[in-house]
């Protein structure tokens, strides 16, 4: 007969824990392209203040696209600041693994991740990226023993 496998830990959603979950989890383009919409705005209102059409719709384009260029450039002291501002910053989450899904519990955030509704299943450096059919959810290995590492390999291979 089969073990059930079930795993129950806790961890604090500090600013190194939401550093490593953006670094694991998101790709990080620097190219012209990212930057395409910012030279867009900015290119529509320079044209638009040549034109005299309307001196403040141009301002407010170029500052948008300045805007988004230090959106693209500071993207992730960005997302960390909102974080840490959030109401989940700072606060303990129970995390568990068994053999019906990943369950994390805090004060103001509860959530589960089913195994089958999981498409497939990514081992980084440092976690596990969960893809989903619309979301990606991240599991930093530091959180788990060498069972559930193994336990989540295995669910990795099915």
Known sequence: ???????????????????????????????????????????????????????????????????EALNIYYKKPWWLMRQMVSKAANNEVTLTVDETGITHDSFYVNGTVLWQDIATITETKQGFLLKQAKTVSYISKRSLDEATLGFVRQKMQS
Do not use: P
Request: proline share 0%.
């Open 1 to 67: 007969m089969k073990s059930q496998h079930s795993y129950t830990t806790q961890y604090t959603l500090d600013k190194s824990h939401f550093s490593e979950c953006f670094d694991e989890s998101v790709v990080i383009d620097n190219s012209i392209r990212a930057y395409r919409k910012a030279i867009i705005f900015s290119f529509i209102g320079i044209l638009l203040l040549l034109t005299n059409i309307n001196a403040y719709a141009s301002w407010f384009l170029i500052a948008l696209g300045v805007l």
